[in-house]
């Protein structure tokens, strides 16, 4: 019997390996509360087998190639900041980790089939937590340097290849530190609730919304042009896919490492009830936006207020929510779509600022109640949608390949 090669949580048969594989793993965890390092190392290297083996053999090449490049340096700067914390060795080191994700993003303009040497399946969130390293430990929070604990992390099989993005000193602790029985009983419940409330978002709710309904008003929008009803339904359905396909998905990476002893943190929570733009980002692929946050806009906004590059506040901080969603943009891809998609949001959360400190400065003259609650939740959602037909790159399409 061969081997299946399959994308992860895209086929019911890796979920049969999934359950063949945790079961020694949940007993152990039930019985006597315990986690076997060696088999959690095993079953990681089956999956990945499974994921970028056969013929995803050059991802599984270029994967060792960057788990050995981004170790390796950061070892080096960690080896380094011990003798001096000089600014611009650490800006160096985030250059070199995220080369390899910039290459992967601009090679396929020069030669689409060179991006094969570098990328794989989940590059951008194995990034994400390279950089996230070598940043806390600039900061020093992260003061030692295990390598084998940071392969581990980076190489955590449930959530390589989307997500959700862990921090490294939780999941460090999660490692270390399995969790007692009558925790692991109820990350267990937790896990099982997840996986199958992730088969309703993406195997049922994804599937009808993305593979049935999608391409019926996608042909109807190709035949109609941009000004019909069949755009506004595609708006609408699109997001309904977006959402359940990548919050099904979410689940499942979280159900599995819950099952496996690990409390990883959640991707969404119900982003379509925000009644303003900066609650929907608090809420939608929680752990990007965090992220985005901690490591690039907090750090930017520091700078810029510190160095006195601006004398307002608030200039500062709208400086610093265009440069984050259009970093977000660039890193969904150079396209004039993704560009706009950030643009668009930028322009969103700068707009929610300024009404929420017209509406705190006026707060007794505004109403406020169930009302105006309700209103803000269909406006913030009719403005979520309206990106996410941006970011579908269907405009692209009727614009300039009709």
Known sequence: MSWPHVIPYANPIYFLWLAVALLPMIFMLLIKGKRWGWYQSLITLIFLYISFGGKYWQQGLALIGYVIFQTLLVWCYHHYRQQKNASGIFYLAVALAILPLTLVKVIPFVDGGAAAIFGFLGISYLTFKSVQMIMEMRDGTIKEYHP?????????????SSGPIDRYRRFEKDLLEPPTREVYAGLLNRGIWSIFLGFFYKFILGYYFGQVWLPLLNKSLMHQG??????????????????????????????????????TPKNFNKPFISDNIKEFWNRWHMTLSFWFRDFIYMRLMFTLIKKKVFKSRIVASNVGYFALFMIMGVWHGLTWYYLLYGFYHASLICLTDAWLRFKKKHKKQLPSNKFTKALAIFLTFQAVCFSFLIFSGVLDQLFFHH
């Open 148 to 160: 084998l604990r940071y392969i581990q992390f980076l190489l955590f099989f449930p959530t390589i």
């Open 226 to 263: 941009f000004f019909s009803w069949s755009l506004i339904l595609y708006m609408y359905c699109y997001s309904m896919y977006l959402f359940f396909d990548f919050a099904g998905y979410s689940l499942f990476a979280v159900g599995v490492s819950n099952l496996m002893g690990y409390d």
